[in-house]
């Protein structure tokens, strides 16, 4: 048996390279053991609607939406501005600006193609008006997206927990010490390489007191803005209400803040993102659905029993094993979305990772941290993509400074899944470890 699950994997990793939208590539897979691995498709489809009506899930549409209309409304050019009051006239300042609105609005989309959609048709220009290499801008503000994922509410925490049981809650705090190091660590870069660019511009220097009314004016306009990420992070951890409620909560704020105090949204415009967002939103339910069957296929088979065995034949080391599995959680990020990878691969590997003594805890913010690279690189590299798209740049201006910031974050990779202090410091505050 283990041989046809072994030849499901290599057609389907043939199907995912042939470039097949990921539904059918999953869908095909599944039909293959269907019809040669003795799997009833009934009693799978059962058990896949079954969980297709969590409450759970029903976070991720909402997430998605609310996360397209934010790039429509306003809220991102708000915390902008207020971010640009306090660095915006360091020489590499504006990049910070982009770096930290990209965590802030992770903290309210819980995505990582909002960063991009929503800050670089704003940022990136600006910055090339001030002398960035329009490569270099697009870059950074792509890369800086992948913030979305890190900074809790993310929605590949919610998956994460709800295909393993682990508490999201407590998969969202695990991601936050490593989301911090990256917007340090990208931080710092772009402050060191900025000043190798000799055209840079800045703004007219400004008095105390001017600087002072548009600190006033920037935080009085960008209080609405900045109570969204407040709101929906308090609610979380007070216990207001749950992922989930933190999504719809998402949604009901954006709609009145872009219709009626940022005047980003229209009628038309709403409608578009609507029909914009159901589109991909129904491409992505059905995604899960197959990739869901396919997974708990593997677990009955015991392939999760194979891959213990097989690992500990090759090595009784962990650190070891502990790379190899870093490298495939890369791989896969390469190749499939963060959702996909998250729902494929968590219930194969956090058996083997406990047999190594590793809480799952820990496991969610390594399994994090990988999947989000992979956002930034090819061959699937969805959010690089979109960021090229917006930045109206070509491959050879961004992939210098992709792979400069991807090879600085890779060290986070590896300090994520060897110190675990990172990843549980803050949810053991919360008493969840």
């Known amino acids: 048996m283990l041989t046809i699950v072994l030849i499901d994997v290599i057609l389907l990793i043939a199907l995912l390279m042939m470039s097949i939208p990921l539904p059918f590539c999953f869908g095909g897979a599944l039909l ?3 019809l040669f691995g003795d799997v009833s498709m009934k009693s799978m489809m059962l058990w896949g609607f079954n969980q297709m009506i969590s409450p759970v899930l029903l976070a991720s549409p909402i997430f998605i939406l609310a996360g397209t209309l934010i790039g429509q409304s306003g809220v991102a050019k708000r915390l902008l501005d207020f971010a640009d009051v306090f660095v915006g006239r360091v020489k590499g300042g504006i990049g910070v600006v982009s770096i930290v609105t990209c965590a802030l609005l992770g903290a309210i989309s819980g995505s990582g193609f909002t960063g991009i959609a929503a800050t670089g048709p704003i940022m990136i220009p600006r910055m090339v008006k001030q002398g960035y290499p329009k490569g270099y801008a697009t870059a950074l503000v792509t890369i800086s997206s992948i913030l979305g994922l890190l900074i809790p509410p993310s929605v590949v925490m919610i998956m994460y ?3 393993t049981g682990t508490s999201i809650l407590a998969s969202f705090l695990s991601t936050i010490g490593p989301g911090i190091l990256t917007v340090v660590v990208f931080s710092v870069i772009n402050l060191i390489w900025s000043r190798k660019f000799p055209n840079i511009v800045l703004d007219d220097v400004l008095t105390l007191k001017q600087r002072g009314r548009k600190f006033v004016d920037c935080t009085w306009k960008g209080i609405p803005a900045l109570l969204l990420p407040v709101i929906i992070l308090g609610g979380i951890y007070g216990g207001v209400f749950t992922p989930t409620e933190a999504a719809a909560v998402s949604l009901i704020f954006t709609v009145p803040i872009g219709f009626f105090i940022y005047r980003g949204l229209n009628f038309n415009k709403f409608y578009t993102t609507v029909l914009e967002s159901a589109t991909s939103i129904g491409a992505i339910m059905t995604m899960i659905i197959f990739c869901l069957m396919l997974s708990q296929t593997y677990v009955l088979l015991h392939v ?5 065995e097989m690992f500990f034949s090759i090595t009784q080391s962990k650190v070891i094993m502990l790379l190899i599995i870093n490298v495939f959680l890369f791989i896969v990020g390469m190749i499939v979305n963060d959702t996909t990878g998250v729902i494929l691969v968590a219930p194969l590997l956090l058996p083997l990772v406990q047999k ?6 820990h496991f969610a913010s390594i399994l994090g941290v990988n999947l989000a690279a992979g956002g930034v690189t090819p061959p699937y590299a969805s959010i690089l993509y979109l960021g090229m798209r917006i930045g109206k740049c070509e491959f050879h201006e ?7 910031f991807l090879g600085a974050y890779i060290p986070i990779i590896f300090v994520t899944t060897f110190w675990p202090e990172l990843s549980l410091f803050i949810p053991r505050l919360f008493g969840f470890v």
Request: net charge positive; hydrophobic share 60%.
């Open 161 to 163: 927990g709800w295909v």
């Open 32 to 34: 293959f053991m269907v």
């Open 356 to 361: 190594l003594g590793m809480s799952p805890i």
């Open 304 to 308: 999760p029993q194979a891959i213990i």
């Open 398 to 404: 961004i992939f210098k400074p992709t792979m400069v």
